[in-house]
């Protein structure tokens, strides 16, 4: 990992990942081309935020909400600030230790539950038909829902395919209304799309400026199924906020790096869901929608990418 990872040198909201905690504790090719992922549709929510649709017809914000580290009071209090200033995409999961707070965010915030779209994800400790079934009941009881708007198997591990056919019977129930995938890459998905009766509508992965995954860029794109970036920002990591590159961008609309990186996903079609305990920040984020980046904009982050993961911890 690149050295410039260092709070010094992220600036913009220092270290998305640091800032979280510490408001916890207080209380707290081509990519580059300008062609859409998935086709976009003409409604808008109160944010401007455009609607993708998956391959089985749901419609999916392409803009959302991440809530990593956001637990408690402080979690419940961003998830009702994220909504209230127009986010509708809200994505938890189970091994976020936040679901209940999520729920008690979405309850707080008075919006419609028909308004939202909700995602959770099966942990690996859950894989399994068995497992998979108890683990969706638990964190549809602990969000105070009736249904899941999106359910993704969090890790290609364990009993994936035990765990996709518990899924496919919840969604054929009503219980879910998308199931998808997170961090697979594309040799998985043909394996378990060649075991299945339901596509996966999803696949979160990283990715980012740092690690734009051309390969699974294209794969999904042939295969129909939407990809979604989880970290958008790499979490600050790389001096993302203080890119040179993306910042020269940003001077000629008045944007900022994150504003410029999440201008980027949205013209490559890729769902991003940034995470950030400030309400400033939050409506920063949202404000994409008034500016494009031209071709030669888009190509110049292509050379950016460092063809490797941000988040080794995590793999």
């Given at each position: 990992?690149?050295?410039?990872?260092?709070?010094?040198?992220?600036n913009?909201?220092?270290?998305?990942?640091?800032?979280?905690?510490?408001?916890?504790?207080?209380?707290?090719?081509?990519?580059?081309?300008s062609r859409?992922f998935?086709?976009?549709?003409?409604?808008?929510a109160?944010?401007?935020?455009?609607?993708?649709?998956?391959?089985?017809?749901i419609?999916m914000p392409?803009?959302?909400?991440?809530?990593?580290y956001?637990?408690?009071?402080?979690?419940?209090?961003c998830?009702?600030?994220?909504?209230s200033?127009g986010?509708?995409?809200i994505?938890?999961?189970?091994?976020?230790?936040?679901?209940?707070?999520?729920?008690?965010?979405?309850?707080?915030?008075?919006?419609?539950?028909?308004?939202?779209?909700?995602?959770s994800?099966?942990w690996?400790?859950?894989?399994?038909?068995?497992?998979?079934?108890?683990?969706?009941?638990?964190?549809?009881?602990?969000?105070?829902?009736?249904?899941?708007?999106?359910?993704?198997?969090?890790?290609?591990?364990?009993d994936?395919?035990?765990?996709?056919?518990?899924?496919?019977?919840?969604?054929k129930?009503?219980?879910?209304?998308?199931?998808g995938?997170?961090?697979?890459?594309?040799?998985?998905?043909?394996?378990?799309?060649?075991?299945?009766?339901?596509?996966?509508?999803?696949?979160?992965?990283?990715?980012?400026?740092?690690?734009?995954?051309?390969k699974?860029?294209?794969?999904?794109?042939?295969?129909?199924?939407?990809?979604?970036a989880?970290?958008?920002?790499a979490?600050?990591?790389?001096?993302?906020?203080?890119?040179?590159?993306?910042?020269?961008?940003?001077?000629k609309?008045?944007?900022?790096?994150?504003?410029?990186?999440?201008?980027?996903?949205?013209?490559?079609?890729?769902?991003?869901?940034?995470?950030?305990?400030?309400?400033?920040?939050?409506?920063?984020?949202?404000?994409?929608f008034?500016?494009?980046?031209?071709?030669?904009?888009?190509?110049?982050?292509?050379?950016?990418?460092?063809?490797?993961?941000?988040f080794?911890?995590?793999?």
């Amino acid at each position: 990992m690149n050295k410039k990872n260092t709070p010094s040198a992220i600036n913009r909201r220092e270290f998305l990942q640091t800032s979280a905690k510490l408001a916890a504790s207080a209380m707290f090719v081509s990519l580059g081309t300008s062609r859409l992922f998935g086709a976009l549709n003409p409604d808008t929510a109160e944010s401007s935020i455009k609607n993708i649709t998956l391959n089985n017809g749901i419609k999916m914000p392409i803009l959302g909400f991440g809530t990593l580290y956001l637990n408690g009071a402080v979690g419940e209090k961003c998830v009702a600030d994220a909504i209230s200033l127009g986010y509708r995409l809200i994505d938890t999961a189970k091994v976020y230790n936040n679901e209940e707070s999520v729920g008690a965010g979405i309850k707080l915030s008075g919006i419609k539950r028909e308004e939202l779209f909700v995602t959770s994800k099966l942990w690996v400790d859950d894989s399994g038909y068995e497992n998979a079934k108890k683990a969706f009941e638990i964190s549809l009881n602990k969000l105070g829902l009736d249904y899941l708007d999106l359910y993704l198997i969090h890790r290609p591990r364990g009993d994936v395919k035990g765990s996709w056919k518990a899924m496919e019977e919840l969604y054929k129930e009503g219980r879910i209304r998308a199931i998808g995938i997170s961090n697979f890459e594309p040799e998985q998905i043909n394996d378990l799309m060649a075991n299945s009766t339901v596509r996966p509508t999803v696949n979160q992965i990283e990715t980012h400026a740092f690690f734009q995954q051309p390969k699974n860029y294209e794969f999904l794109k042939q295969t129909d199924v939407q990809m979604e970036a989880w970290s958008p920002f790499a979490q600050g990591r790389n001096g993302l906020f203080t890119n040179e590159t993306i910042a020269a961008i940003g001077k000629k609309y008045n944007k900022t790096n994150a504003q410029v990186s999440l201008r980027w996903h949205y013209q490559r079609g890729i769902v991003a869901i940034p995470r950030t305990s400030q309400k400033a920040h939050m409506a920063e984020n949202l404000d994409i929608f008034n500016f494009e980046l031209d071709e030669k904009e888009m190509k110049a982050i292509s050379p950016l990418d460092l063809n490797i993961t941000q988040f080794p911890e995590w793999t």
